[in-house]
């Protein structure tokens, strides 16, 4: 089974600043994908940024990064230069790759707000 | 805009009833994803159908059944209503095979009074 552990329920950063979402994931799965997702307070859920288990690079995604250590099982996202709607919910989520389903295990999420 | 749309956006219903949750993928995806959220539960997978086939199953109640037709619109079908059915309900779409980015359509928000 998959597990995904995000341990921030909340965090405050100065708007310009950047921002560290920490993320840890546990999986028997020899392959499998990592995701970070966005909900703003009026709800939609939006992808930010993806991370295969094989990939030999951090992901980027314009001011998104995924900090992606293996061996640690993180996956902690990174907002460089924070502005005000960055202000949301964050989750951490993964999937099997090749397994038939590639159904989204999800955290619990992470309280983030941009402070002006 | 994920390209994913969901109807209706919102829905206020009594126990009991039944209701239809309505969503159309992006152009050209052929899974798609049911997902719930609740305070208590956080965000649960509850079904996947790919191409018209049932694909896999998560948490979903008997009382929950979902279809994908075959234009590859999907409808989730809620019976028996009962207060703790209140959530979000999301649907998500993705091509296949594909690394499995899924995207979001705006959720429709179910309360049960």
């Known amino acids: 089974a998959q597990k995904i552990t995000q341990t921030q329920p909340g965090m405050f950063v100065q708007e310009k600043e950047a921002v560290t979402l920490d993320c840890t994931y546990d999986t028997s799965d020899p392959s499998y994908g990592l995701f970070w997702y966005k909900q703003p307070s009026s709800g939609e859920m939006i992808f930010l940024i993806y991370q295969g288990s094989y990939d030999q690079q951090n992901a980027t995604e314009g001011r998104y990064s995924l900090n992606f250590q293996k061996a640690r099982k993180s996956a902690n996202l990174v907002i460089s230069a924070s502005q005000l709607g960055d202000s949301a919910m964050y989750f951490c989520?993964?999937?099997?790759?090749?397994?038939?389903?590639?159904?989204?295990?999800f955290g619990k999420g992470m309280k983030l707000t941009v402070n002006p | 805009d994920s390209g994913v749309t969901q109807t209706p956006k919102h829905l206020i219903t009594a126990t009991g009833q039944r209701v239809t949750l309505r969503c159309s993928p992006r152009s050209g995806d052929l899974s798609v994803y049911w997902y719930q959220q609740s305070l208590d539960q956080g965000l649960q997978f509850l079904i996947q159908y790919y191409n018209g086939e049932e694909r896999a199953k998560g948490n979903i109640l008997e009382r929950f059944s979902a279809q994908q037709f075959p234009d590859l619109h999907s409808e989730l079908n809620l019976s028996s209503l009962e207060l703790g059915d209140s959530a979000l309900y999301f649907c998500?779409?993705?091509?296949?095979?594909?690394?499995?980015?899924?995207?979001f359509g705006p959720g429709t928000r179910l309360l049960v009074l």
């Open positions: 998500a779409s993705s091509g296949f095979p594909s690394k499995g980015t899924q995207y």
């Open positions: 989520a993964m999937n099997p790759v090749g397994g038939g389903s590639e159904k989204l295990v």
